[in-house]
């Protein structure tokens, strides 16, 4: 989530300054993520998810993610980055799988409790985020760069998504929490 708002802090404000990419540039590469987005979440995750699982679906979003950043931070085209918004399908499904893991894992009274820290976590990491890449990206576009990597903050977003996947492959699938005496019985059961 982290990486997420970085990533929309500071990709428009790379891409111009590196590419002088202009508004029409950047709303091109925003309807190729959007309907590429629309189309994964419509037509792809309903058949990826029963056939590979949310755990191994979540692991592969972030991996794509993570690729797809350590290439822009080493964009070396213009067209990079179109090419890129067509490969990142894949990375619009870590936030439905992160919801839908934890929504499983608790009963049905404690779901707006944990769509709102979900919720809240977001809104946190997309405060802060902007704070520290956009400066940082300034920096390393800038003549005062302490070494010549113009896609150095994109880089340390990509360390983020990488260090995100890793703790993404020690999931392990629980059995959902079902119903109210399933509930009961969880808590009843550590009490004994």
């Given at each position: 989530m982290m990486a997420d708002g970085g990533?929309?802090?500071?990709?428009?404000?790379?891409?111009?300054?590196?590419?002088?990419?202009?508004?029409?540039?950047?709303?091109?590469l925003m309807m190729i993520s959007g309907i590429g987005a629309t189309l994964t979440q419509l037509f792809l995750m309903p058949i990826l998810v029963p056939a590979v699982g949310e755990e191994k679906l979540l692991t592969t979003g972030l991996f794509v993610s993570c690729i797809n950043i350590f290439v822009y931070s080493i964009a070396w085209s213009s067209w990079v980055p179109y090419a890129l918004a067509g490969f990142s399908v894949l990375g619009v499904l870590v936030r439905p799988t992160i919801t839908s893991i934890a929504s499983k894992q608790v009963g049905p009274n404690e779901q707006g409790m944990?769509?709102?820290?979900?919720?809240?976590?977001?809104?946190?990491?997309?405060?802060?985020?902007?704070?520290?890449?956009?400066?940082?990206?300034?920096?390393?576009?800038?003549?005062?760069?302490?070494?010549?990597?113009?896609?150095?903050?994109?880089?340390?977003?990509?360390?983020?998504?990488?260090?995100?996947?890793?703790?993404?492959?020690?999931?392990?699938?629980?059995?959902?929490?079902?119903?109210?005496?399933?509930?009961?019985?969880?808590?009843?059961?550590?009490?004994?």
């Open positions: 990533l929309m802090a500071v990709l428009l404000y790379y891409l111009k300054a590196r590419f002088q990419f202009n508004k029409n540039q950047f709303a091109d944990v769509q709102g820290c979900l919720s809240g976590i977001t809104s946190v990491a997309n405060i802060i985020s902007p704070l520290i890449f956009s400066p940082l990206t300034a920096l390393f576009l800038s003549e005062d760069a302490p070494f010549n990597f113009p896609g150095f903050s994109l880089m340390c977003l990509g360390l983020i998504l990488m260090t995100a996947f890793f703790l993404s492959l020690m999931i392990r699938v629980a059995p959902p929490i079902v119903g109210d005496k399933v509930s009961s019985n969880r808590y009843t059961d550590t009490l004994v």
